[in-house]
Protein backbone atom coordinates (compact mmCIF):
# COMPACT_ATOMS: atom_id res chain seq x y z
CA UNK A 1 0.00 0.00 0.00
CA UNK A 2 1.45 3.22 -0.96
CA UNK A 3 2.12 5.63 1.33
CA UNK A 4 0.78 9.29 1.70
CA UNK A 5 2.29 12.13 1.45
CA UNK A 6 1.40 13.19 4.79
CA UNK A 7 2.17 9.55 6.54
CA UNK A 8 5.63 10.19 4.99
CA UNK A 9 6.31 13.68 6.72
CA UNK A 10 5.31 12.18 9.58
CA UNK A 11 7.63 8.96 9.22
CA UNK A 12 10.84 11.86 8.57
CA UNK A 13 9.51 13.68 11.11
CA UNK A 14 9.67 10.99 13.59
CA UNK A 15 12.90 9.34 12.04
CA UNK A 16 14.27 12.69 12.85
CA UNK A 17 13.45 13.23 16.26
CA UNK A 18 15.05 9.41 17.35
CA UNK A 19 17.79 10.46 15.41
CA UNK A 20 17.80 13.60 17.23
CA UNK A 21 17.61 11.79 20.74
CA UNK A 22 19.83 9.23 19.66
CA UNK A 23 22.62 11.69 19.29
CA UNK A 24 21.80 13.84 22.55
CA UNK A 25 21.75 10.72 24.46
CA UNK A 26 25.17 9.65 23.21
CA UNK A 27 26.61 13.24 23.22
CA UNK A 28 25.69 13.07 27.17
CA UNK A 29 27.36 9.78 27.99
CA UNK A 30 31.22 10.42 28.11
CA UNK A 31 32.21 6.24 26.93
CA UNK A 32 30.19 6.65 23.90
CA UNK A 33 31.58 9.54 22.27
CA UNK A 34 33.56 7.48 19.64
CA UNK A 35 30.44 6.71 17.87
CA UNK A 36 30.00 10.48 16.78
CA UNK A 37 32.54 9.66 14.50
CA UNK A 38 35.11 12.47 16.13
CA UNK A 39 38.27 11.63 18.31
CA UNK A 40 40.19 14.58 20.18
CA UNK A 41 44.12 13.75 20.23
CA UNK A 42 45.73 15.11 23.33
CA UNK A 43 49.58 15.31 23.63
CA UNK A 44 51.64 14.58 26.77
CA UNK A 45 54.61 12.61 28.09
CA UNK A 46 54.52 8.91 29.82
CA UNK A 47 56.74 7.35 32.21
CA UNK A 48 58.30 4.21 29.53
CA UNK A 49 56.89 1.52 32.04
CA UNK A 50 53.11 2.39 30.77
CA UNK A 51 54.27 2.52 26.60
CA UNK A 52 52.90 -1.10 26.02
CA UNK A 53 50.10 -0.39 27.96
CA UNK A 54 49.15 2.50 25.66
CA UNK A 55 50.33 0.80 22.89
CA UNK A 56 47.44 -2.02 23.25
CA UNK A 57 44.93 -2.06 20.57
CA UNK A 58 42.38 -3.19 23.20
CA UNK A 59 43.09 0.00 24.63
CA UNK A 60 43.22 2.19 21.93
CA UNK A 61 40.14 1.14 21.45
CA UNK A 62 38.59 1.76 24.55
CA UNK A 63 39.74 5.32 24.56
CA UNK A 64 38.31 5.46 21.13
CA UNK A 65 34.87 4.55 22.68
CA UNK A 66 34.93 7.67 24.82
CA UNK A 67 36.19 9.71 21.27
CA UNK A 68 39.87 10.43 22.35
CA UNK A 69 43.26 9.43 21.27
CA UNK A 70 46.73 9.85 23.12
CA UNK A 71 49.47 11.19 21.66
CA UNK A 72 52.00 9.84 23.89
CA UNK A 73 55.98 10.08 24.18
CA UNK A 74 57.96 8.44 26.45
CA UNK A 75 60.39 10.61 29.28
CA UNK A 76 61.39 9.69 32.77
CA UNK A 77 59.43 10.66 35.18
CA UNK A 78 61.43 12.55 36.65
CA UNK A 79 62.44 14.81 33.44
CA UNK A 80 58.94 14.99 32.96
CA UNK A 81 57.55 17.98 35.69
CA UNK A 82 61.44 19.48 35.77
CA UNK A 83 63.02 19.57 32.18
CA UNK A 84 62.36 22.87 30.54
CA UNK A 85 62.79 20.65 26.99
CA UNK A 86 59.90 18.87 27.68
CA UNK A 87 57.61 21.29 29.06
CA UNK A 88 58.31 23.76 26.35
CA UNK A 89 56.81 21.33 23.68
CA UNK A 90 53.19 22.34 25.87
CA UNK A 91 51.91 19.07 26.67
CA UNK A 92 48.39 18.86 27.65
CA UNK A 93 49.19 15.91 30.29
CA UNK A 94 51.90 14.82 31.98
CA UNK A 95 51.55 11.21 33.65
CA UNK A 96 54.48 9.87 35.83
CA UNK A 97 54.82 6.85 38.03
CA UNK A 98 54.80 8.54 41.40
CA UNK A 99 52.85 11.31 42.90
CA UNK A 100 55.84 13.12 44.79
CA UNK A 101 55.85 13.95 41.14
CA UNK A 102 53.08 16.13 41.45
CA UNK A 103 54.30 18.04 44.34
CA UNK A 104 57.60 18.85 42.25
CA UNK A 105 55.38 19.52 39.56
CA UNK A 106 53.24 22.04 41.47
CA UNK A 107 56.30 23.70 42.77
CA UNK A 108 57.16 24.50 39.22
CA UNK A 109 53.51 25.79 38.37
CA UNK A 110 52.30 23.05 36.29
CA UNK A 111 49.44 21.44 36.36
CA UNK A 112 45.48 22.33 37.32
CA UNK A 113 44.18 18.97 38.05
CA UNK A 114 45.59 15.58 38.92
CA UNK A 115 44.76 11.70 39.60
CA UNK A 116 46.17 8.61 40.77
CA UNK A 117 44.72 5.82 38.11
CA UNK A 118 47.61 3.05 38.57
CA UNK A 119 49.59 1.74 40.80
CA UNK A 120 52.85 -0.99 40.99
CA UNK A 121 55.01 -1.87 43.83
CA UNK A 122 58.58 -1.23 43.63
CA UNK A 123 60.38 -4.83 43.47
CA UNK A 124 63.62 -6.89 42.77
CA UNK A 125 64.22 -9.19 40.15
CA UNK A 126 66.73 -11.85 40.37
CA UNK A 127 67.28 -15.37 38.84
CA UNK A 128 66.29 -19.04 41.12
CA UNK A 129 69.78 -20.37 41.67
CA UNK A 130 70.68 -16.02 43.25
CA UNK A 131 66.99 -16.53 45.51
CA UNK A 132 68.10 -19.82 46.59
CA UNK A 133 71.42 -18.37 47.83
CA UNK A 134 69.93 -15.59 49.68
CA UNK A 135 67.55 -18.46 50.78
CA UNK A 136 69.71 -20.07 52.49
CA UNK A 137 71.52 -16.93 54.04
CA UNK A 138 68.25 -16.21 55.50
CA UNK A 139 67.64 -13.08 53.16
CA UNK A 140 64.77 -14.13 51.47
CA UNK A 141 61.87 -16.00 52.65
CA UNK A 142 58.60 -17.72 51.38
CA UNK A 143 55.34 -16.69 52.27
CA UNK A 144 52.49 -19.59 52.47
CA UNK A 145 51.56 -18.62 49.54
CA UNK A 146 54.42 -18.80 47.68
CA UNK A 147 55.53 -15.40 47.11
CA UNK A 148 59.35 -14.59 47.60
CA UNK A 149 59.65 -11.86 50.25
CA UNK A 150 63.36 -9.70 51.00
CA UNK A 151 65.25 -8.42 53.68
CA UNK A 152 66.38 -5.52 51.64
CA UNK A 153 67.80 -3.81 54.58
CA UNK A 154 70.05 -6.65 55.35
CA UNK A 155 71.20 -6.96 52.07
CA UNK A 156 72.31 -3.22 51.97
CA UNK A 157 73.82 -3.57 54.83
CA UNK A 158 76.12 -6.57 53.69
CA UNK A 159 76.32 -4.44 50.36
CA UNK A 160 77.59 -1.52 52.42
CA UNK A 161 79.83 -3.83 54.44
CA UNK A 162 81.79 -5.27 51.13
CA UNK A 163 80.49 -8.38 51.56
CA UNK A 164 81.10 -11.05 49.09
CA UNK A 165 78.32 -12.76 47.28
CA UNK A 166 79.52 -15.81 48.36
CA UNK A 167 79.51 -14.89 52.03
CA UNK A 168 75.50 -14.44 51.05
CA UNK A 169 75.22 -18.12 49.82
CA UNK A 170 75.27 -16.95 46.45
CA UNK A 171 77.86 -18.84 44.39
CA UNK A 172 76.10 -18.06 40.91
CA UNK A 173 77.62 -14.37 41.07
CA UNK A 174 81.15 -13.27 41.38
CA UNK A 175 82.81 -10.56 43.24
CA UNK A 176 81.31 -7.99 45.88
CA UNK A 177 77.23 -8.01 46.55
CA UNK A 178 75.57 -5.06 44.53
CA UNK A 179 71.66 -4.67 43.62
CA UNK A 180 71.40 -2.38 40.89
CA UNK A 181 68.64 0.39 40.13
CA UNK A 182 67.76 3.08 37.30
CA UNK A 183 69.47 6.50 37.56
CA UNK A 184 67.46 8.03 39.90
CA UNK A 185 67.66 11.72 38.63
CA UNK A 186 65.90 10.57 35.25
CA UNK A 187 63.85 7.44 36.02
CA UNK A 188 60.83 7.01 38.28
CA UNK A 189 62.13 3.06 39.26
CA UNK A 190 65.85 4.91 40.58
CA UNK A 191 64.13 7.44 42.71
CA UNK A 192 61.56 5.57 44.60
CA UNK A 193 64.43 3.16 45.40
CA UNK A 194 66.25 5.97 46.29
CA UNK A 195 63.56 6.82 49.06
CA UNK A 196 62.65 3.34 50.08
CA UNK A 197 66.96 3.06 51.04
CA UNK A 198 67.07 5.95 52.68
CA UNK A 199 63.68 5.25 55.08
CA UNK A 200 65.36 2.41 55.72
CA UNK A 201 68.22 3.34 56.95
CA UNK A 202 66.77 6.20 58.89
CA UNK A 203 64.48 3.75 60.37
CA UNK A 204 60.94 5.62 59.39
CA UNK A 205 60.19 7.52 56.73
CA UNK A 206 63.11 9.78 55.82
CA UNK A 207 63.29 13.61 57.25
CA UNK A 208 65.65 16.24 56.16
CA UNK A 209 67.29 15.31 59.44
CA UNK A 210 67.97 11.72 58.60
CA UNK A 211 69.14 12.88 55.03
CA UNK A 212 72.47 14.39 57.13
CA UNK A 213 72.26 11.30 58.81
CA UNK A 214 72.30 8.38 56.16
CA UNK A 215 72.09 10.21 52.84
CA UNK A 216 75.89 8.97 52.96
CA UNK A 217 75.11 5.33 53.11
CA UNK A 218 72.43 6.12 49.84
CA UNK A 219 75.03 7.36 48.10
CA UNK A 220 77.23 4.42 48.68
CA UNK A 221 74.71 2.14 47.45
CA UNK A 222 74.29 4.08 44.06
CA UNK A 223 78.16 4.47 43.75
CA UNK A 224 78.46 0.77 44.00
CA UNK A 225 76.18 0.52 41.23
CA UNK A 226 78.55 1.64 38.61
CA UNK A 227 76.43 2.59 35.29
CA UNK A 228 72.92 3.63 35.90
CA UNK A 229 70.25 2.93 33.22
CA UNK A 230 67.80 6.34 32.62
CA UNK A 231 65.15 4.02 31.65
CA UNK A 232 63.20 0.92 33.82
CA UNK A 233 62.26 -0.34 30.48
CA UNK A 234 65.76 -0.92 29.32
CA UNK A 235 66.83 -2.14 32.78
CA UNK A 236 64.50 -4.93 32.57
CA UNK A 237 65.50 -5.80 29.20
CA UNK A 238 69.04 -6.06 30.36
CA UNK A 239 68.14 -8.22 33.10
CA UNK A 240 66.33 -10.80 30.90
CA UNK A 241 69.32 -10.37 28.21
CA UNK A 242 72.21 -10.94 30.66
CA UNK A 243 70.52 -14.21 32.73
CA UNK A 244 71.64 -15.80 35.08
CA UNK A 245 74.85 -13.66 35.31
CA UNK A 246 73.12 -10.25 36.13
CA UNK A 247 73.12 -8.69 39.30
CA UNK A 248 69.53 -8.28 41.19
CA UNK A 249 67.96 -5.33 40.21
CA UNK A 250 64.84 -3.43 40.99
CA UNK A 251 61.84 -2.76 38.79
CA UNK A 252 57.99 -2.72 38.96
CA UNK A 253 55.82 -5.46 39.20
CA UNK A 254 54.07 -5.16 35.93
CA UNK A 255 57.08 -5.86 33.64
CA UNK A 256 57.46 -9.26 34.50
CA UNK A 257 53.74 -9.46 34.39
CA UNK A 258 53.79 -7.99 30.68
CA UNK A 259 56.69 -10.27 29.42
CA UNK A 260 54.99 -13.25 30.68
CA UNK A 261 51.69 -12.44 28.73
CA UNK A 262 54.09 -11.69 25.71
CA UNK A 263 54.64 -15.13 25.19
CA UNK A 264 52.90 -17.33 27.64
CA UNK A 265 53.97 -20.51 26.08
CA UNK A 266 57.79 -19.47 26.84
CA UNK A 267 56.57 -18.83 30.07
CA UNK A 268 55.34 -22.41 30.71
CA UNK A 269 58.71 -23.65 29.25
CA UNK A 270 60.61 -21.18 31.65
CA UNK A 271 58.79 -22.11 34.83
CA UNK A 272 59.53 -25.56 34.74
CA UNK A 273 63.35 -24.83 34.58
CA UNK A 274 65.42 -24.61 37.75
CA UNK A 275 67.92 -22.49 36.51
CA UNK A 276 66.67 -20.09 34.10
CA UNK A 277 63.44 -18.86 36.02
CA UNK A 278 63.58 -15.18 36.68
CA UNK A 279 62.03 -14.66 40.21
CA UNK A 280 60.26 -11.11 41.70
CA UNK A 281 61.46 -10.46 45.11
CA UNK A 282 58.99 -7.95 47.31
CA UNK A 283 61.23 -6.37 49.87
CA UNK A 284 59.77 -5.68 53.01
CA UNK A 285 58.39 -3.40 53.16
CA UNK A 286 58.66 -1.83 49.70
CA UNK A 287 57.19 1.22 48.21
CA UNK A 288 54.26 1.86 45.88
CA UNK A 289 54.92 3.40 42.43
CA UNK A 290 51.65 5.41 41.89
CA UNK A 291 51.06 6.70 38.42
CA UNK A 292 49.29 10.29 38.82
CA UNK A 293 47.73 11.64 35.40
CA UNK A 294 48.24 15.43 35.72
CA UNK A 295 46.19 17.33 33.76
CA UNK A 296 47.67 20.54 32.22
CA UNK A 297 45.31 21.54 29.39
CA UNK A 298 41.83 21.49 31.06
CA UNK A 299 40.46 19.47 27.96
CA UNK A 300 42.44 16.68 28.69
CA UNK A 301 40.72 15.82 32.35
CA UNK A 302 38.54 13.73 29.46
CA UNK A 303 41.45 11.80 30.10
CA UNK A 304 41.51 10.48 33.81
CA UNK A 305 37.28 10.20 33.19
CA UNK A 306 38.27 7.68 30.53
CA UNK A 307 41.43 6.01 31.82
CA UNK A 308 39.98 5.63 35.56
CA UNK A 309 36.56 3.52 33.66
CA UNK A 310 36.13 -0.07 34.47
CA UNK A 311 36.90 -1.60 31.39
CA UNK A 312 40.64 0.46 30.73
CA UNK A 313 41.15 -0.29 34.71
CA UNK A 314 40.63 -4.08 33.60
CA UNK A 315 42.51 -4.05 30.63
CA UNK A 316 45.35 -2.30 32.70
CA UNK A 317 45.48 -4.89 35.19
CA UNK A 318 44.59 -8.16 33.43
CA UNK A 319 47.12 -7.26 30.40
CA UNK A 320 49.82 -5.48 32.13
CA UNK A 321 49.94 -6.13 35.65
CA UNK A 322 48.85 -2.57 36.45
CA UNK A 323 47.10 -2.64 39.86
CA UNK A 324 44.43 0.15 40.45
CA UNK A 325 44.28 3.18 42.43
CA UNK A 326 44.07 1.22 45.70
CA UNK A 327 46.85 -0.87 44.93
CA UNK A 328 43.94 -3.87 44.19
CA UNK A 329 43.80 -6.17 41.46
CA UNK A 330 40.89 -5.08 38.59
CA UNK A 331 39.59 -8.11 37.00
CA UNK A 332 40.39 -11.68 36.66
CA UNK A 333 44.43 -12.43 35.71
CA UNK A 334 45.44 -14.61 33.00
CA UNK A 335 45.60 -18.15 34.20
CA UNK A 336 49.34 -17.11 33.48
CA UNK A 337 50.06 -14.96 36.48
CA UNK A 338 47.31 -16.11 38.50
CA UNK A 339 49.55 -17.49 41.14
CA UNK A 340 52.46 -15.14 40.58
CA UNK A 341 51.51 -12.29 42.10
CA UNK A 342 49.83 -11.34 46.04
CA UNK A 343 46.97 -10.05 45.71
CA UNK A 344 47.37 -7.08 48.07
CA UNK A 345 50.51 -6.09 49.24
CA UNK A 346 51.14 -5.51 52.92
CA UNK A 347 54.00 -4.05 54.26
CA UNK A 348 53.85 -0.70 52.34
CA UNK A 349 56.11 2.37 53.27
CA UNK A 350 55.58 6.59 52.47
CA UNK A 351 57.87 7.81 50.58
CA UNK A 352 59.59 11.15 52.07
CA UNK A 353 58.34 14.20 51.01
CA UNK A 354 59.38 16.16 47.70
CA UNK A 355 61.89 18.38 49.63
CA UNK A 356 63.67 15.73 51.32
CA UNK A 357 63.59 13.80 47.63
CA UNK A 358 64.88 16.72 46.11
CA UNK A 359 67.98 17.50 48.37
CA UNK A 360 68.83 13.95 47.74
CA UNK A 361 68.80 13.60 44.44
CA UNK A 362 71.96 15.64 43.54
CA UNK A 363 73.87 13.50 45.79
CA UNK A 364 72.81 10.70 43.94
CA UNK A 365 74.11 12.47 40.55
CA UNK A 366 76.12 9.93 38.02
Known amino acids: MALSRRAFGVGLLGAGIVGTGGYFAVRDRPEL ?71 IARQNGIGIRDRVLLNTPIVVYSWQPVVDGLTKAGLVTVTKDGHHQLDLKTLLDAILAGADWSKLGVNSLYGRARIVSTDPNRSNSGFMFAGLVLSLFSGNVATSADL ?49 LADPERWDRIKTSASAKPVVLYPRPTV ?54 PAEIDAVLPMPDAGVMLALLPTLAS
Open 33 to 103: QGLLGARTTFFGFVGGEKEAFLADPDVIKALGAYGLTMDSRVAGSVEVVREQALLSQHPQFLWPSSSIMVD
Open 212 to 260: AASGGKVQAIFRNMGFKSPSSGKLFDQYLAGGLGGEPLVGYENQLVEWI
Open 288 to 341: YSSHPLIVVDENANRLIEALISPRLQELAWTRHGFRGPLGTATGNADSAIASLL
